[in-house]
């Protein structure tokens, strides 16, 4: 018997372009009473990276080939089993890791490997892939540093070749979610203006925290309640959909609620969580991103509560017991970006480890 233990060490989540490495390992546990390993032997060995693709028979109309498919990094294996080693670059032209309503994209690293005059057994690691899709192009010559370097440190010219790209990404990918410009909303309905709603950016990366405020002082109608949900949106290229108009696919992640009556001001935080997969668009599917708010308002003022300077008794104020409302929403475009896959790490749903014995 020979155990075959694939390990990614710096952790399962992966940057498109980024270089995989995995090490993986061959043991043959002999135990004591053993006399020979001559029935032991490694045969062959061979690993390559897969992108698995399923659609929902419901939702995607696919060409005759199916609704499952495989699509291979690279012809040739690049494993090295004199080096316990593995390493590929992630292809950047697919898509990124999804587990939608519609379609799903799911990576592997498939190792094959055989022991003399036993079958071929398979060995599957997954793994989560991140694209920065919707990233602009750097404003600067691609031979330039995207940071001044540190005089005090030495470094190898060729790592930090190797290193710079993914530096360069991550970069602009800080770049571009820290600009932070104020975008005010007056918020209405029919009746006249509810509150003013601003937000200090519209583009964030997994892990940030979406933060609005309102002001309620300003407006003329009574707002009783609001919500506000993060919500993703899973739409279905028009050639691909299984039936005509068909609709977009809602997902939340997240919502917070408040009664906000006579109150002047409020605000809400809504985490982007980790795990979720951020805006793209493949040839069958599309991923938006969108703050959904509802509003509950007053046909009619609602007096607020009167409290003398010289009364001794204490007294309650209670509410309206039944109120006429208008309600309606409101949907704000935003962009979710990827993060530093080492980040991403911390939550994944994958060890990043699998064995297997041959």
Known sequence: MIEVVASMARGPVFLAGEVLECL???TNPMSHLSTSASSEMLAWASAQIHCQF?????????PA??????VQAESDTVLIPSK???SEVVPTDGPPSFRGQAVKYVYKLTIGCQRVNSPIKLLRVPFR???????????????????PSNP???EEEGSR???RPLERALDMLMITTSRRCPYMFNITNMRGKVAKFCIFKTVYRLGEDIIGTFTFSEGDIPCLQ?????QSEEEVQEQYQRRPGQAVSVTGHGRHLESCLHTASSHFSLPVPLNVTPGFTTDIVTLRWRLHFEFVTAREPVEAPVVLQNQSEVTVWTGAEHVDVDTFSWDLPIKVLPTNPTLASYVSQFTGTNSINI
């Open 24 to 26: 993986i390992t061959f």
């Open 54 to 62: 399923h659609a929902s028979e419901s939702r995607v109309a696919l």
């Open 65 to 70: 080939q199916g609704t499952k498919q495989d």
């Open 84 to 86: 316990d080693s593995y």
């Open 129 to 147: 892939v991140l694209v920065l899709h919707g990233m602009p192009e750097p404003p600067f010559p691609q031979d330039e540093e995207v940071a």
């Open 152 to 154: 005090f440190l030495e």
């Open 161 to 163: 070749r190797d290193t």
């Open 226 to 230: 609001y919500s506000v949900s993060l």
